[in-house]
């Protein structure tokens, strides 16, 4: 089992910037991939960014340049840097976490709200 609570969310103006966190508890040694998705009203669940343990990065072409995620493995962390930021990044933010196998689940936070105001 893995627990995933997110913190960071807001409400931030047009141009402004935000760092979600998401704290990671449980099972971590079985954790081999986590990100974040996000879920705007009347829209698909979209998949924001990915890191897995080694480190690599992917992002969704719409936040590439804007959007920078890490983690922090001393203190069970990833973070979602989000800077640039407009209306259409208006969503509820949840991060996951992949486990390997045998496994191969995934756990997922409560999510947290960020608002872009224009």
């Known amino acids: 089992q893995v627990q995933l609570v997110e913190s960071g969310g807001g409400l931030v103006q047009l141009g402004g910037s935000l760092r979600l966190s998401c704290a990671a508890s449980?099972?971590?040694?079985?954790?081999?991939?986590m990100g974040w998705y996000r879920q705007a009203p009347g829209k698909q669940r979209e998949l924001v960014a990915s890191?897995?343990?080694?480190?690599?990065?992917n992002y969704a072409d719409s936040v590439k340049g804007r959007f920078t995620i890490s983690r922090d493995n001393a203190k069970n962390t990833m973070y979602l840097q989000m800077n640039s930021l407009n209306p259409e990044d208006t969503a509820i933010y949840l991060c996951y976490a992949r486990r390997r196998a045998p496994y191969n689940d995934n756990y997922w936070g409560q999510g947290t709200q960020v608002t872009v105001s224009s």
């Open positions: 890191i897995t343990n080694g480190g690599t990065a």
């Open positions: 449980g099972s971590i040694f079985s954790i081999n991939a």
